[in-house]
């Protein structure tokens, strides 16, 4: 929870939106369920569900484990890329 408050603190609300439709959007990119996802990571499919939905936000090492699963970087799940 203190982790989750610092990212959000650090990287500000709006990013943590952004986090939650880009981690949707890679997802449905690779034509993967919530729940083939969620076994990758071995955390529940509600537990993922929520980092989709923005109600919940991942911790650093759940983040880094997401980024490596979908073989992007941290900054681009979270929106902080140039276009």
Not at 62 to 80: E, N, P
């Amino acid at each position: 929870m203190i982790v989750s408050f610092f990212i959000l603190i650090y990287y500000g609300e709006s990013t943590m939106n952004e986090f939650a439709s880009n981690l949707k959007a890679i997802r449905l990119k690779r034509n993967l369920k919530q729940i083939d996802v969620a076994r990758a990571l071995n955390i529940s499919q509600p537990a993922y569900s929520r980092y989709e939905v923005g109600s919940n936000q991942p911790d650093f090492d759940m983040l880094i484990q997401i980024a490596k699963f979908f073989d992007v970087s941290t900054d681009y799940i979270l929106g902080r890329y140039k276009s």
